[in-house]
């Protein structure tokens, strides 16, 4: 099954891509290319701890016959710094991905995310895998990209300001006004109070861009919450969603593991929360995304003009459940939230009598 994704600049696989293929070509290393890979952790079966199925996925160069396995290539992570090692091919061979899996065998989910050489030498960038991201408190370089075969969190501390952008891309695609025409997943004021965050990725890859270049303390693990926090702002994304334009609907990751209708709990109670919606959709009757209040089981459908839109009103809530259903290509969805917290009236102060 053809199920890639086709940036400008790189290209992203999944297992669909792999399963009942022989080989795949890689035409984006014809002029030197990084791969990297993500595979599901540490496989309990193997002793080598990993997938087997992923063993036999290798990057083969015929000009020389050599090759390099996506297990292998999933795991090289920098020491010390725990930053992914791509396997670096120069433009001098002819490369393909082979599948020495027999036909019956079917994998677990992957990752494989191929960049052009040039494009990657042009940003000054990041990566990190999120099943062993260990990143010191540091500034950040221009971009830090986060991969994952499975839905995953990341994390940041309050700290110093530093207004930020991210996107459901690699750092090819990271920046404003980007190739691709990528949407942007989450962003705040230039100088405003970096108060942290902790996102839920629906998505094979995040990017991060961080404005004022002061430390952060950043991490990612596989916790991946469908049960929230009121009083965290960040967004909800169909499955695969990379928000790309230029693309179009069409175009998004597919994984084994991701859910096309869904429930996501947000908590605030005793609080109450204004709670301010805005998103960017592509949806079609029947696919609706609602958002309910708990507490007085009031449901407000999303739009359906496919335009950007805010919620018309302020929604002031303790406990709401956002729902979508039967989601999938074209079909493509992100919704982004934030709230405050509502203050409550004072008590009248008691009158004293004599």
Known sequence: TDAKVEFTFSTMYSIYD???VDEIPIPRCDNGCLIFASTAGNFKDSDD??????KNLVVYDAAKDRNR??????VQIEQGTSKKVPLDIWPTGNFVIQNLNAPEDKGTDVTVWVIE??????VEYEVYDAATMTRAVSAPRKVITIMSTVPFRVMAEPGESNSYTTRLVGFDNALDNNEDKCRYAYETKAGSTFEGFEFHINAPIISFVFNEKNPVNLKADYNYLTSRSLSKSGFISSPGYNGCDRLGGNQVHRSKLYHYSEDFDFHGEPNDYEVFIDADLNLTE???IQIKDMSNSQTFPVSLDNEPISHPESLFAQYIVVTYNDITAPQTFILRYSSTLK??????????TS
Request: hydrophobic fraction near 30%; charged fraction near 30%; avoid cysteine.
């Open 286 to 288: 029947g696919h609706e």
């Open 343 to 352: 203050q409550k009236e004072a008590s009248p102060s008691p009158q004293l």
């Open 117 to 122: 050489k040039a494009k990657a030498n042009d």
């Open 69 to 74: 396995s996506i297990a292998e290539i999933a």
């Open 18 to 20: 792999f399963e009942d």
């Open 49 to 54: 701890g990993m997938d087997p199925y992923m």
